[in-house]
């Protein structure tokens, strides 16, 4: 049921003004009838147009009492001669009692197999409009004789009046309680209700026997309040929470209300402050234990909700046997060591479990009624109760034999075991000593502990068939053993080729990464890696990616998953059919590891908004495919001089997907990388053509260094190779350089002009 307190509709204004206009109007007129002397009129009236204000945002019976209580509020600075604010606290009265009735008229049923019976608040009603007749029977019949008696005798009038109210509201509360008394959510609410009536009454009471000059005031205020109590009991959503609010009410009511009533009898005439501190001091103690205090207005003393309780940390257990046991011994507890146990009945397997008073299970072999389960699921709270079926005895021919089994083993209820929807099983509560009837507090903390109990049961069901078929399980365990030694062997292998493969992929990102700007991105590559979020990474021509990309996968920790590297340029990668193929399609193979897409910019538009939707909403693109788990990342190449390609592929969702890219820089921006470079690919390179590594004199390296690589370290490798190719010593000379890289010197300049680049200086070199 929604929660109407919390629940706003909207209202238009042309509702919601005469509302406000009447509270102002009728604290206007208080204020008025004062002079404007006394300072109790302001506040009442202040306090008056915030509950309408509020009041004129509600419908239904929350805005008819809000309205009512704010009527009153606003009545209660005015003088107690004023016969018409008489009248209106009279019908603010009348509207704050009037729809308390109706809501508890209203209140729906829950369900189940007890029959949900509407209540008529006719009678009520009629009762609150004799008693409104009566305040105002002098105004509307001045020259009756009648009126005339009760004009000269308004304090009986008055009190007549009260009375009718009080005994309507707490009359309606009482034969809802009673005629409802099979619903569990209507009696929950009608016993809250009743606690909130007498705790306000009884404040009201108590206030106009210290106040008696403002008793009429004071108890229409009470009656008020109590009615919007009522209605807050009968609207809230959850009705465990209004039992619990109104309990701690009762509590600190009984237990404040006396400490409070004698501080102020206490500092009656009184200039001293010690009774106030002392007042305030005793009732911070009261509420800081409130929840000792109400202990005692528990059902049954708390000692089912203890016993629910207990169950559920018992339930926790890792064996599901011993767990059994604990829980059913738990709930043993409150009825006693001379009393029934109470009774598990599991489906899988049919037995009947018991716990005697010295903690050892019971168990039989049995079976339940066929239509008990469906009976029992089909209640309020998965619980059948035997009070319930006592009354539908006659009723309803088909709960009879329900109805003999729960007496013939002494039920309180039967409850539902069920996890995940599942049943499990039933629990069958005894009744043992308990006279009073089960609560709805208690159903659902039994609720949550039949739920635990159900992943025991759902346990020791599975462990009961695992047993009846181990001895034809013991040769498919030993084959599959063998299947998955060879399995995980094959597997480490593949492993650890991949490893190696990726490690040699990664190589050429090794070496020339000392510069500040080669760290920088080579960092910023693999925290972004490490987020898991797709990257793009754009890079010169020329400068391979994929090492980069290889070097921070293996750096970051998921070298287990897979790195999938895909040529956007090949034809056959730019076909949709290829990546909505689930057995050939590259998302399929880089699950759970990384897709690196070189070129992602030549992808077609189709291609490439398959692939981004598929890893951002982690699900495959063929049909039937589930999650999806890859880690996107994307190479660009830019071009100097030329706009940059991601600009392009960067554009609409994708930047919003991909976020900032990694730039890696150009050969041309990190001078310091190119001495170890050179000196590693003139190692490797001579190691592979002469056998023996290469060394490179520091001249020619100065040569080298003042060349710009327009086509970064693809243009180094292949100088390098054309130096080892002319090289006749160990060493790399001038001469080397100048005849198979850079051509002949500058004779004006007296620097080398490299073929198709600019001059630079080599920041080491002389």
């Not at 208690?442 to 039949?450: D, P, V």
């Not at 050179?678 to 002469?690: D, F, K, Q, S």
Request: with cysteine; proline share 6%; net charge neutral.
């Amino acid at each position: 049921m929604p929660d109407a307190i919390t629940t706003k509709p909207r209202v238009r204004w042309h509702r919601r003004v005469p509302q406000i206009v009447t509270v102002v109007y009728i604290g206007g007129l208080a204020v008025w009838a004062t002079a404007g002397r006394e300072p109790a009129a302001f506040s009442s009236t202040i306090a008056a147009v915030c509950l309408a204000v509020l009041a004129s945002r509600r419908t239904g019976v929350v805005g008819a009492v809000s309205w009512g209580l704010a009527i009153v509020v606003a009545t209660l600075g005015a003088p107690s001669a004023n016969a018409t604010l008489d009248a209106f606290a009279a019908m603010g009265t009348f509207s704050c009692t009037a729809a308390a009735c109706i809501a508890l008229a209203r209140l729906p049923g829950d369900g189940g197999v007890a029959p949900a019976r509407r209540l008529s608040a006719t009678l009520p009603v009629a009762v609150l409009v004799a008693a409104c007749c009566l305040t105002l029977g002098p105004s509307l019949y001045p020259a009756a004789s009648l009126a005339a008696w009760l004009a000269t005798h308004s304090a009986v009038r008055n009190g007549v009046a009260m009375i009718l109210s009080a005994c309507a509201l707490g009359g309606m509360t009482e034969w809802t309680r009673r005629a409802r008394r099979l619903e569990l959510e209507v009696v929950e609410r009608a016993l809250a209700a009743r606690s909130l009536e007498v705790v306000a009454f009884s404040f009201a009471l108590l206030l106009a026997l210290i106040a008696p000059s403002d008793a009429r005031s004071i108890i229409r205020l009470g009656l008020a309040v109590a009615s919007a109590c009522v209605v807050a009991a009968c609207v809230t959503s959850d009705a465990v929470r209004v039992v619990r609010h109104a309990r701690r009410a009762t509590a600190l009511a009984i237990v404040g209300g006396g400490v409070a009533a004698l501080g102020a009898i206490a500092a009656e005439g009184s200039s001293t402050g010690w009774v106030t501190a002392v007042t305030a001091g005793v009732a911070l103690a009261i509420g800081s234990s409130a929840a000792f205090v109400e202990k005692p207005l528990r059902p049954a003393g708390g000692a089912w909700l203890d016993a629910f309780a207990h169950a559920r940390e018992d339930a926790a257990r890792t064996e599901p046997d011993e767990a059994i046991r604990a829980v059913l011994l738990a709930l043993r507890a409150p009825n006693g060591p001379g009393q029934p146990s109470p009774e598990l009945w599991t489906l899988s397997p049919p037995t009947q479990m018991t716990v005697d008073a010295a903690g050892y299970v019971r168990e039989q072999t049995a079976e339940l009624p066929s239509d008990l389960l469906a009976v029992v699921t089909a209640e309020p709270e998965g619980a059948l109760r035997s009070d319930v079926l006592d009354a539908l005895e006659v009723r309803r021919p088909d709960l009879r034999p329900l109805c003999g089994w729960m007496a013939a083993r002494g039920a309180l209820l039967a409850a539902r075991v069920a996890s995940e929807g599942q049943p499990e099983g039933v629990l069958v509560l005894p009744r043992g000593l308990r006279q009073e009837r089960i609560t709805l507090e208690e159903l659902r903390a039994m609720r949550g502990t039949c739920e635990c109990l159900a992943v025991a049961c759902r346990a020791r069901a599975a462990s009961a068939r695992m047993r009846a078929t181990v001895r034809d399980a013991a040769e498919r365990v030993e084959i599959a053993e063998m299947r998955a030694k060879h399995c995980t062997e094959a597997q480490a292998v593949m492993a650890a080729r991949d490893s190696l493969a990726e490690q040699r992929l990664a190589r050429g990102a090794e070496v020339g990464i000392y510069s500040a700007v080669a760290r920088m991105a080579v960092e910023a590559l693999e925290r972004r890696m490490a987020s898991g979020r797709p990257v793009v990474v754009v890079g010169p021509s020329g400068l391979d990616p994929i090492p980069f990309v290889a070097r921070a996968h293996l750096r970051t920790g998921g070298s287990s998953g897979a790195l999938v590297v895909v040529d956007a340029t090949d034809p056959r990668e730019q076909e949709l059919t290829r990546w909505l193929d689930a057995r050939s399609s590259p998302l399929a193979l880089a699950v759970g590891g990384i897709l690196a897409i070189l070129d992602a910019a030549a992808l077609p538009g189709d291609v490439h908004a398959t692939i981004l939707q598929a890893c951002m909403e982690h699900r495959a693109p063929w049909e039937g495919g589930g999650r999806l788990g890859v880690q996107l990342v994307a190479t660009i190449v830019r071009r100097p001089g030329a706009p940059a390609a991601e600009e392009s592929y960067l554009s609409g969702d994708a930047r919003g997907a991909f976020g900032e890219p990694v730039v890696l820089p150009p050969l041309s921006e990190r001078p310091d990388d190119l001495r170890s470079i050179v000196i590693g690919e003139l190692a490797r390179e001579g190691m592979r053509v002469v056998g023996k590594p290469l060394g490179i004199e520091p001249s020619a390296y100065a040569r080298l260094a003042e060349y710009d690589f327009p086509g970064d370290v693809a243009e180094l490798s292949v100088v390098v190779q054309r130096l080892v190719a002319s090289c006749r010593g160990d060493m790399v000379r001038v001469a080397d350089v100048e005849l198979v890289a850079l051509g002949g010197p500058n004779r004006q300049s007296g620097q080398s002009v490299a073929l198709g680049g600019r001059v630079r200086k080599d920041p080491i070199s002389a």
